[in-house]
């Protein structure tokens, strides 16, 4: 192979890297994508003897990457506040789970599935500004420079130290903390939600739930659910009771989503919500995010 061929190869494989950053920068799959996609269409744009002399393709790329996310972040705000109901980051499949097998061309195949795409720190990363949430993601989860961040973000590298900081200081006070259960106790917790929810026990949800548990869910305005939190561990039975009442032939399966102990609702084969949960150190439910939007399922439709 030629040392062009080398080159396209080598760019091109960039793009398992560059669909983890724009996902976790991002929290949406499809606009992870057409990040990605962008950032390749300008540097194929590029002169040849542009792209020759750019010492790492690799680095250019994400820098790219990283500042369309952040034209994204900062549009995406707008849409968010006409977002029907709560909005939540998109669910991910275990494709090594299920059997799937990468073909290249799903982004949700090239996910690395690890603490960062947590659902509990997602939502955190939602609540923060993009410039700090730019710098968390590449500083601290990604090990990126400050002096590479500063050419995105358009500051010092001072200054985005400073923005790491400030988010961490958000992580750290509305993340999940240790106490947080283990990886076997986090999946008891959720095989025994499913058990009671099978049964439609509200007394057996009840005592799984902490009582000052926080139910969110997302629905986009295109399913029906609920648009606020529910909140409290006796509201939350009640409701998935409801659910269960509302809906005969549900089955509930256990699933990994976003590399923690999850539950799929199936109905009819049709994946019709993706469940994901926090557990404490007690073995508690203390928040469940349930996303029903469809656009946001299409990575899970092949469930089998």
């Excluded at 952040?70 to 494709?95: C, F, I, N, T």
């Excluded at 690890?114 to 993009?130: I, N, Y």
């Excluded at 990994?256 to 439910?285: E, H, K």
Aim: proline share 6%; net charge neutral; charged share 25%.
């Amino acid at each position: 192979m030629g040392a062009a061929g080398a080159g396209i190869d080598a760019v091109a494989g960039e793009r398992r890297q560059l669909s983890n950053v724009a996902y976790r920068l991002l929290g949406s799959l499809a606009e992870a994508e057409d990040a990605v996609q962008e950032a390749y269409a300008r540097w194929y744009a590029l002169p040849r003897s542009r792209r020759d002399e750019i010492l790492s393709p690799g680095g250019w790329l994400t820098t790219v990457t990283g500042r369309i996310c952040l034209d994204v972040l900062g549009s995406a705000r707008a849409r968010r506040e006409r977002y029907v109901g709560a909005w939540l980051p998109d669910p991910l499949p275990d494709r090594a789970e299920w059997g799937l097998v990468s073909e290249g061309g799903d982004p949700a195949d090239q996910m690395v599935l690890d603490e960062s795409v947590a659902m509990a720190l997602l939502v955190v990363l939602e609540s923060m500004t993009p410039a700090e949430r730019v710098a968390f993601v590449l500083h601290d989860v990604f090990r990126y420079p400050f002096a590479e961040i500063a050419a995105i973000l358009g500051r010092t590298p001072a200054a985005c130290k400073q923005l790491a900081a400030s988010a961490r200081r958000r992580v750290r006070d509305d993340a999940p903390g240790p106490a947080s259960a283990a990886g076997d106790g986090r999946a008891e917790a959720v095989r025994r939600v499913k058990e009671a929810w099978e049964r439609k026990d509200i007394a057996a949800l009840v005592d799984l739930l902490d009582p000052a548990a926080v139910m969110t869910a997302d629905g986009g305005g295109l399913v029906g659910t609920v648009l606020r939190p529910i909140e409290g561990g006796a509201r939350i039975a009640q409701y998935m009771v409801a659910i269960a009442d509302r809906a005969p032939g549900l089955e509930l399966l256990e699933r990994s989503v976003n590399g923690a102990p999850g539950l799929v609702a199936r109905r009819g084969g049709i994946v019709m919500t993706v469940a994901s949960f926090d557990v404490d150190g007690d073995g508690l439910i203390t928040r469940i995010w349930a996303v029903r939007n469809p656009e946001k399922l299409r990575p899970w439709l092949r469930d089998g």
